[in-house]
């Protein structure tokens, strides 16, 4: 299916304005917040949107992103329920549309849950990049019939360069995680080789003992090492 010339350009411009959105954000929570509420202003006939990474260990939602209470509503009980669009759409890596939870039989238990909510057209795309299956995106109506294959062709579009920007955003997280978590270690290192220091001037120890003093000290209190160490050290600099 082709666009014509001005959905051409309305394309380009909500893909541009998605991009720029995204690129100022710092994190990933951030990120699909965005992400939602271009989507609800994107695909025609949307009353909400979501955004969600997946975890796939646990078919949970690591950071999700809605513009409204039913948006998250829904979508937390997919994962509660284990089952719904969103999570098909992520695991068949396809999108997945529903004409109208009134007679959808795909996912019984989650259509009978969400049967309350101002619900009745859903559509879920995935997020997916360089093979990785890292989230999807999804918009719902009031309304039965709501979404048609144009708003199947635009979620599409608007889910390839949305995944490869939260994908790099989450990445940065990650390393940026890794980086302080190593910092923490080397001076913690740091920390238990200087107490380890004060004990052997003061008791007349060899490394090795210093250190099992130190470990026996930690299994009895109950407390991590680097703890142990800062007491002692706190105390050291109060004497």
């Not at 109506?141 to 939260?166: C, G, H, M, Y």
């Not at 003061?202 to 003093?213: G, H, K, P, T």
């Amino acid at each position: 299916m082709n666009y014509s010339l001005p959905q051409a350009y309305e394309l380009a411009g909500v893909t541009g304005r998605m991009i720029s959105g995204l690129l100022t954000e710092e994190d990933a929570s951030e990120a699909v917040q965005s992400l939602a509420f271009v989507l609800k202003d994107s695909i025609p006939s949307s009353a909400g949107a979501g955004a969600s990474f997946i975890n796939p260990r646990g078919l949970s939602s690591e950071s999700t992103g809605a513009t409204d209470t039913v948006m998250l509503q829904a979508d937390k009980l997919q994962y509660e329920l284990g089952e719904g669009p969103c999570l098909s759409a992520w695991a068949e890596q396809r999108p997945v549309i529903i004409q109208d939870t009134k007679e959808e039989t795909r996912w019984p238990r989650w259509t009978a849950a969400v049967e309350d909510l101002p619900l009745r057209s859903v559509l879920s795309a995935p997020l997916t990049t360089r093979g990785r299956q890292i989230g999807a995106l999804k918009v719902y109506s009031p309304f039965p019939l709501a979404f048609d294959d144009n708003s199947v062709l635009l979620i599409e579009r608007l889910a390839s360069p949305a995944a490869v920007l939260l994908s790099h955003i989450r990445d940065r997280e990650a390393a940026q995680r890794m980086s302080e978590e190593m910092a923490e270690a080397l001076a913690n290192r740091d920390m238990i080789s200087k107490v380890q220091g004060i004990l052997i001037e003061r008791m007349n120890l060899n490394s090795q003992e210093a250190l099992e003093i130190l470990l026996a000290r930690s299994r009895g209190e109950s407390t991590p090492l680097h703890r142990v160490a800062r007491d002692i050290l706190q105390q050291a600099g109060t004497e």
